[in-house]
């Protein structure tokens, strides 16, 4: 609570909010650019205004989504098809209200989970060895491969990539370069900052580029147009707003899968139970409240799993990770122990930041909406010089640039063939980890095996991994049709 940290929170909360009001910008874009500034900071304080981003990009979306039919994040599309109806009938203020209260019941009901299952999932972690964790990491590694995107095959290439291109530089069982092809540059691998500015920094400054500005008719928030939340319609939608916070923490904590997600079942989850369902699609209010409760509440469920076992929840989580290994933490169920502060700082943050995020959103609605319309060669030269000072600063090398502008290339053509980045970004975060594990595993057995198959919780993992690419694989072949599921980098 020292001036600062809440300092830190507001800044972090209000970047997130309009950076998540502008299509074309991404929390995860934000994020990456804003690392490299907080190499000077206590690592604190570079927590606090991380995660303020995080909570603050989710919810910005919601007020280009429901004025301007433009979803500023992929958490926000579901509310465009209710919010924007409403906002042609003039219920612009009703929707913006309905929007932003579910968004805050949302954050608070999942960082409750945050405060109860954090702590519990680490103790119950450390009981993991090498094999169990390995096996952990191939769950991780499967479930977003599997039901991160439309197509299984594309996510399991993506996946793979991001593990190829893990592999450069010093192995983690032994030390010795490999993969470097006499690259003296290599020798310590690709590092994380430039691969992610440059796959969704970089990435998103091309697609922008090349697709021109994205234009659409607003609809305008009268200054008689109060965004009016009531507390009878926490009654009126207290099933729907628990319901949706419920499925959107448990969606966050699945690793990889994302926001988007969370939403789009919270949303059907809503049209199924509703009295009338027929109104969803036509200006639902519970349509609203169920895609902005639940993109939100998975901000808490994702941080879960980050903290309690250093597993990344989504794309944005796994950007989290490298910030605490960039700021000398050490990720892991040992971070609760090792590191209290930091786990504090990051539950306490999510707390604040809600309530900050809240306060923004009700007093910034009509800015944000001139925000949304920055013209592109305002925003471009401005992303790109950010870009490149991010990139260069890591170690003052252009070898670091080079790699960024050629993995936003990378992102384009991938996202321009329908090829999720989210298994990539995952596979290159946990492919060092589980290396590491395995091959520890592999000294203390003797480089054997058997023991990945005869501990009870590692076999279980396994079997975990092993059931969810089956009954993919069954579904796939037997239904005829693939898992659609909206990919969480698009």
């Not at 808490?300 to 989290?320: E, K």
């Not at 930041?353 to 809240?358: D, S």
Request: charged share 10%; net charge neutral.
């Amino acid at each position: 609570m020292s001036p600062t940290s809440l300092l830190m929170a507001a800044i972090g909360s209000l970047l997130g909010i309009f950076v998540g009001a502008i299509p074309g910008l991404t929390g995860a874009m934000l994020i990456a650019l804003t690392l490299p500034l907080t190499y000077s900071m206590p690592s604190e304080l570079a927590l606090v205004l991380l995660v303020s981003m995080y909570v603050g990009s989710v919810s910005g979306g919601l007020v280009t989504a429901t004025l301007l039919r433009i979803p500023g994040t992929p958490a926000s599309m579901m509310t465009t098809l209710d919010g924007y109806p409403m906002a042609q009938r003039g219920q612009a203020g009703r929707a913006l209200a309905l929007g932003i209260g579910g968004t805050f019941i949302g954050g608070m009901i999942s960082w409750g989970f945050l405060v109860c299952l954090a702590q519990p999932m680490a103790a119950w972690s450390l009981t993991f060895g090498p094999f169990e964790f390995f096996a952990l990491v191939m769950v991780a590694m499967v479930l977003i491969a599997t039901v991160g995107g439309k197509s299984l095959s594309l996510g399991l290439f993506s996946g793979a990539l991001g593990v190829m291109i893990a592999m450069p530089g010093s192995s983690p069982a032994t030390g010795i370069a490999r993969f470097t092809f006499g690259i003296h540059e290599m020798d310590d691998g690709f590092k994380l900052l430039p691969v992610l500015i440059g796959l969704f920094a970089v990435n998103q400054v091309i697609r922008q580029v090349l697709q021109g500005d994205v234009g659409g008719s607003a609809a305008e928030v009268n200054d008689g147009d109060k965004l009016d939340f009531r507390l009878r319609d926490v009654a009126t939608h207290g099933v729907n707003l628990v319901r949706s916070a419920l499925i959107g923490t448990w969606i966050g904590i699945l690793p990889g899968i994302g926001a988007n997600v969370g939403s789009v079942i919270a949303y059907s989850a809503a049209k199924r139970a509703s009295k009338t369902p027929e109104r969803f699609g036509n200006g639902s209010e519970e349509g609203v409240v169920a895609s902005e409760t639940a993109n939100n509440a998975t901000v808490g469920g994702a941080l879960i799993p980050l903290v309690a076992m250093g597993i990344p929840g989504s794309v944005i989580d796994a950007i989290l990770l490298g910030a605490l290994v960039i700021h000398g933490l050490k990720p892991g169920p040992m971070l609760v122990q090792s590191d209290p502060l930091a786990v504090q700082t990051i539950v306490g943050t999510m707390l604040i930041a809600n309530l900050l995020t809240l306060l923004f959103l009700l007093a910034s609605v009509r800015i944000m909406v001139r925000a949304a319309r920055v013209p592109l060669f305002v925003l471009v030269p401005v992303v790109m010089i950010f870009c490149v000072i991010g990139s260069y600063a890591l170690a003052n090398r252009m070898f670091d640039v080079w790699v960024m502008l050629a993995f936003g290339v990378i992102g384009y053509l991938m996202e321009r063939f329908h090829i999720p980045i989210a298994p990539l970004v995952i596979g290159f975060v946990l492919a060092p980890i589980g290396e590491e594990h395995l091959a520890a595993g592999l000294m203390q057995s003797g480089g054997s095996l058997m023991p990945m198959f005869t501990q009870p919780i590692s076999l279980g993992l396994s079997l975990v991994a092993l059931g969810l690419l089956a009954w993919t694989l069954w579904r796939r072949f037997n239904d005829g049709k693939a898992i659609v599921l909206p990919d969480e980098s698009s």
